[in-house]
């Protein structure tokens, strides 16, 4: 699970640069030990029984167990395992490392939308040759789709989601005589209802301070913010139809005052869902786990369902949150490297790890699909089986929502504009044009053609 909890900050080392060497170097590995053959079962075989030290960069807890089963079955390697920091602290350093040419790890997490600001680098290992493609039917589609390339290159292997649902207080729809919203609409009608009763009482939180939420609603909503057909070339739309639709709802709704704009993660925002201030979380499937142990004075009050849609009997979602092992491209030992990102996300045992001990949403369509997974009954959801929830959620994700390859100026520019709006309940819309018009001018100064 990864929270995007403060504001992220443009750190690039060098993308007009990097745009030129991508455009230049093609497939040449610089001597990096990348290769566009596939690596024959000989050469896999001897790399995982020599002697060979890899590190791994990660935030995710006792991920020793996971790694321990990968050493256990090739004892020939070693992993070290490093916490850099978690998203932004450890992206941070991975650039520094690589501006510097030394210090970078073998592997490394990153989240999915990411994987663009590392591959507009050069950064990070096409691992189709090290067998990765025949990988990607134990996979949800959409899931598959954020870590391949234009060109079908595979520049990661999943590990966790956040396909989004709504957790809401079942004793407090029923004591104002609400039903879960099926339609954006409904949503919306029950909020004026919910808050005409207690005005102390809203029937959601859009944090304001929560680019990650905005996009996983944009991407249910069908908008495609970011598409690109070359290294060099990106066409931004934040502003289109289906984004205006988003603002102008959420803004409304804000400037009526039925929902709230409180930034989120915060001690007055654990607290305000420990006393009933929200009657709904619009999350990701990790957060059923994490509110579990946030609000623990609201166990058993709690029920999970699907996001509201915008048309009534559609079923689509999007997604918030997620995270990958990528390959640095500069590997000394690319098989050994390319076979323990693929163990530890394929590998049934350490899969089930990651949902049983870390609570990590699967993206494995095996663990999706598992009684023992998605029938547990937790109390703190009445019994409810949230997890046989979010895993049909996981099928409604769309695979066409694409990342910029410059994610952290595109979200500190949406923290100043649109972010802004929200906290001061002012025109969402007209901060959606000041949003498109900072991310194209910073585009088009990085080198990239905007169209």
Not at 89 to 101: F, H, S
Not at 153 to 158: D, S
Not at 370 to 396: C, H, M, R, W
Request: hydrophobic fraction near 40%.
């Amino acid at each position: 699970m990864t929270l995007r909890r403060s504001a992220m900050r443009w750190l690039a080392f060098g993308v007009a640069t990097t745009l030129t060497l991508a455009a230049c170097g093609g497939g040449d590995d610089g001597g990096s030990g990348q290769t566009t053959a596939s690596v024959s079962q000989a050469d896999i075989d001897k790399a995982m029984q020599t002697p060979t030290e890899l590190t791994f960069w990660t935030w995710v807890p006792q991920i020793e167990k996971e790694v321990a089963l990968f050493e256990k079955k090739y004892p020939a390697i070693k992993v070290n395992v490093v916490n850099a920091g978690q998203g932004e602290p450890q992206y941070t350093k991975l650039r520094t490392a690589l501006k510097a040419g030394s210090g970078a790890p073998d592997v490394v997490q990153i989240e999915f939308q990411y994987i663009p600001t590392f591959t507009i680098t050069d950064s990070l290992l096409d691992l189709r040759p090290y067998g990765a493609e025949a990988l990607k039917s134990q996979f949800v589609d959409w899931t598959w789709q954020q870590v391949t390339g234009r060109n079908g290159e595979v520049w990661a292997i999943p590990q966790d989601t956040g396909p989004m649902g709504m957790l809401y207080r079942q004793d407090i729809f029923d004591k104002y005589g609400i039903q879960p919203p099926k339609t954006w609409d409904e949503f919306a009608a029950a909020a004026r209802k919910l808050h005409a009763a207690d005005p102390d009482v809203y029937i959601t939180n859009l944090a304001s301070n929560q680019n990650g939420v905005w996009m996983g609603l944009l991407w249910q909503a069908g908008a495609k913010p970011f598409t690109s057909s070359a290294p060099d070339q990106i066409s931004v739309n934040v502003n289109d139809a289906t984004s205006k639709k988003l603002a102008d709802y959420w803004s409304g709704l804000a400037k009526e005052g039925v929902v709230s704009t409180d930034p989120d993660f915060t001690d007055q925002w654990y607290q305000a869902l420990n006393r009933g201030k929200y009657a709904t979380w619009l999350t990701a499937a990790w957060g059923p786990v994490f509110l579990s142990t946030s609000a623990k004075d609201t166990s058993g009050k709690w029920r999970a369902a699907p996001l509201p849609q915008w048309t009534a009997g559609d079923n689509k979602s999007g997604n918030w949150g997620g995270s990958t092992s990528a390959v640095i491209k500069s590997t000394k030992n690319p098989i050994a490297a390319a076979k323990f990102a693929e163990f530890l996300n394929t590998d049934a045992e350490s899969t089930r790890l990651f949902a049983t001990e870390q609570f990590l949403f699967p993206p494995t369509r095996a663990l999706l699909a598992d009684p023992s997974f998605t029938g547990q009954k937790p109390a703190f959801y009445g019994g409810q089986t949230v997890n046989e929830l979010f895993a049909g959620i996981s099928d409604t994700v769309s695979t066409g929502f694409t990342w910029p390859p410059f994610l952290d100026q595109t979200v500190s520019d949406w923290d100043e504009t649109v972010g802004k709006s929200l906290a001061d309940k002012a025109d969402t819309s007209a901060a959606l044009d000041q949003w498109q018009s900072r991310i194209t001018t910073y585009a088009k100064n990085q080198g990239f053609t905007v169209g």
